[in-house]
């Protein structure tokens, strides 16, 4: 008598999900940084890393600018308040393509950012220097590096909209001057006393068209935060007469994307967004340390 012996047949793999669009975005600013920072051995790779994704949000959702005219005049403004992070910046510039402008502000048939300049990151006469340095490189909207100083000077960009929009727009052109200005910042901006009073001016002015987005990821190059600064950064904006929203975790795109658009809702007042974040982001090593 035979007998048919059924062996179990062994699951089929499943294909994994190819990863959005999103996050293959992100992923690039991330590796496109850390690749420049580590052939030039040297920068600061933790920002890019932990900052991407609201980067990216900014960039790709909110900020209304034209790489093919970053000039402009009705462009929103985008501030690297936080100039040591420079190479998130130039890739947001390389990715998007932003053009180059001469001397005499005439966009020219080139890229500001091309891929060989990034390679030249941080060498001398690089178009990528380690701070970003106003026209030397097309696109980034003002110099860089003093922590806080960033952040006065979107203060004037904002009250700068606010002058020509008194002057130029009229009954039935009202957009002719409406542009916003975004500052990404971190601790250490926040530790200046540049920040309080550039802060304090632009609440008592009701600067509505200003973003402060605050990186809080409580590291300097010193350590932790905790070692000198614990103050409260959210009762101090609200002091300041600001609108004050929080983002729990850099890496949720969508609470980032919703809380710029309580920016652009609030129009009576400025708005600092406060980001949790990593610095660092996925380094087996580096993550949420002053090494990173």
Same mark, same amino acid.
């Given at each position: ?10 699951p089929r793999l499943q294909t994994p999900a190819p ?16 690749d420049a920072i580590q052939a030039a051995n040297s ?11 609201? +980067? ?25 308040? +936080? ?189 600092l967004i406060i980001i949790d974040s990593h610095i ?13």
């Amino acid at each position: 008598m035979s007998t048919t012996i059924e062996y179990p047949v062994a699951p089929r793999l499943q294909t994994p999900a190819p990863p959005s669009i999103e996050t293959v975005a992100i992923d690039t600013i991330r590796t496109l940084s850390i690749d420049a920072i580590q052939a030039a051995n040297s920068g600061h790779p933790g920002t890019p890393m932990g900052m991407a994704p609201v +980067a990216y949000t900014l960039w790709q959702q909110f900020l209304r600018f034209d790489p093919q005219d970053p000039v402009w005049p009705n462009r929103d403004r985008f501030v690297l308040s +936080a100039g040591h992070a420079s190479m998130l910046l130039y890739s947001l510039l390389h990715l998007t393509e932003v053009r180059a402008v001469s001397k005499d502000y005439e966009t020219l048939g080139e890229m500001s950012v091309p891929l060989d300049a990034i390679k030249t990151f941080r060498q001398l006469g690089s178009r990528c220097p380690g701070h970003p340095e106003y026209r030397w490189t097309s696109g980034v909207e003002t110099t860089t590096g003093p922590l806080g100083q960033g952040l006065s000077t979107s203060v004037g960009m904002a009250i700068g909209r606010q002058w020509l929009a008194s002057r130029y727009n009229k009954p039935g052109f009202e957009d002719i001057f409406d542009f916003n200005v975004y500052a990404l910042c971190g601790d250490g901006c926040m530790m200046e006393g540049v920040s309080s009073e550039a802060g304090s001016l632009a609440g008592h002015l009701q600067l509505s068209n200003l973003c402060w987005i605050y990186d809080n990821n409580h590291i300097t190059i010193e350590g932790s935060t905790a070692i000198t600064f614990t103050e409260d950064v959210a009762t101090r904006f609200l002091g300041y007469q600001w609108n004050v929203v929080r983002v729990g975790d850099a890496n949720d795109i969508s609470m980032v994307a919703r809380a710029i658009r309580t920016f652009q809702n609030t129009k009576d007042r400025p708005t600092l967004i406060i980001i949790d974040s990593h610095i660092g982001y996925g380094s087996p090593h580096k993550q949420d340390t002053s090494a990173a």
